[in-house]
């Protein structure tokens, strides 16, 4: 597809559906529609971005002529059946994590639409936020030296937004699935490396009155890649004091702190050798550092710390020809191969080889 103007069909009008619309407005891409279960949410949210159009159905958000792609930002356990409407009609889409409830639904998304020849962007925001596509620039051009080790966090106080999060049944699992999938994700990329072996602990250690199905609120897992690296994932929906996404990069050379949450320009580095430029020297923000040697705060390319608008501009970007998808189908596929074997550990209490 190579038409200047694309219109855009999001489905769901939660927070995710109403964070993506941010970003297209943003970036002055036009929606087209937005469905709901409920066609008064629908009505609300479309008023509230100045979309005309809106439905109970999103079948017929799908099928309508005038959507050029979809945004499907539904409950979990709808995505399995509306990324395989999609590629029967043959729309683009992007797809909010987890990509479906298990890899077999995955796989049965993902071969449709390579067999299809449907595009489709897995929607990992960790992907496309400014200080993570930083650092790892910062890894690629030799700053850190081979990296080694990874700590990461993906923890808040639970998903209070929406009852169904906390229902396994309806979302695949609890926390991991959730927060878990992000540093899965993140963590393969920053490391350039396979996870070859997991082992867990997780449970309810909080929300007992609120956990369903089996659905867990916290767990910790030891990740060993298959260049011989380390790294500890923290997931958690039982901790009090907001929202902490956190990474550290532990290099032979280097050492970087990014933190996507708490601290305003998120990253912080030290580089023995150094790299490229400081972009604080460039753009004269920050005057007294003049080196890339030693202790130096990168700052991203703006306020869009999260990465959802950068995330659904580059879908966009695809679907008009203009770029190839950053994380794909596959990708999707693959956090949820790590995310069952993290399960499968936690259940029997051994490290699991994937």
């Not at 099928?63 to 999609?86: F, G, K, Q, R, W």
């Not at 479906?100 to 990992?124: L, P, S």
Request: glycine fraction near 10%; proline fraction near 3%; hydrophobic fraction near 40%.
């Amino acid at each position: 597809m190579s038409k200047k103007d694309v219109k855009v069909g999001i489905i769901g009008t939660g927070f995710m559906g109403k964070g993506h619309a941010i970003g297209y407005q943003m970036f002055d891409i036009e929606i087209g529609m937005f469905a709901s279960r409920s066609i008064e949410n629908a009505k609300t949210v479309a008023e509230e971005f100045g979309v005309e159009r809106w439905t109970d159905d999103w079948r017929k958000l799908v099928s309508d002529p005038d959507i050029d792609c979809v945004d499907i930002t539904a409950p979990n356990h709808l995505h399995y059946e509306m990324a395989m409407a999609c590629i029967e009609a043959k729309k683009p889409f992007l797809i909010e994590k987890p990509l479906a409830m298990n890899t077999k639904e995955a796989k049965e998304i993902v071969d449709a639409a390579n067999k299809n020849g449907v595009m489709a962007v897995y929607g990992e925001n960790m992907r496309y936020k400014p200080a993570l596509v930083r650092v790892k620039k910062i890894i690629d051009e030799g700053g850190l030296g081979d990296i080694i080790m990874l700590r990461s966090n993906e923890i808040h106080n639970g998903p209070f937004h929406s009852d169904w999060f906390w229902d396994a049944e309806l979302a695949g699992g609890g926390a991991t699935i959730d927060m878990g999938i992000h540093g899965l994700y993140t963590l393969e990329w920053i490391m350039g490396s396979k996870v070859k072996r997991v082992y867990a602990e997780m449970g309810v250690l909080k929300w007992d009155e609120y956990c369903k199905n089996g659905s867990e609120d916290t767990a910790a897992v030891i990740l060993r890649f298959e260049n011989g690296g380390i790294a500890e994932l923290l997931i958690s929906w039982a901790i009090t004091g907001g929202m902490d996404v956190r990474l550290e990069v532990f290099g032979k050379q280097g050492t970087a702190y990014v933190s996507m949450t708490h601290d305003a320009g998120g990253l912080r580095v030290h580089s023995h050798p150094g790299y490229g430029k400081s972009v604080e020297e460039l753009s004269s923000l920050k005057p007294h550092v003049v080196s890339t040697k030693g202790w130096s705060f990168p700052a991203p390319d703006d306020e869009l710390q999260q990465g959802h608008a950068y995330e659904v501009k580059h879908f966009i970007d695809c679907v008009k020809g203009k770029d190839e998808p950053k994380s794909t189908l596959e990708d999707g596929l693959r956090a949820l191969v790590l995310v069952e074997a993290i399960y499968e550990s936690a259940r029997t209490g051994k490290a699991v080889e994937i």
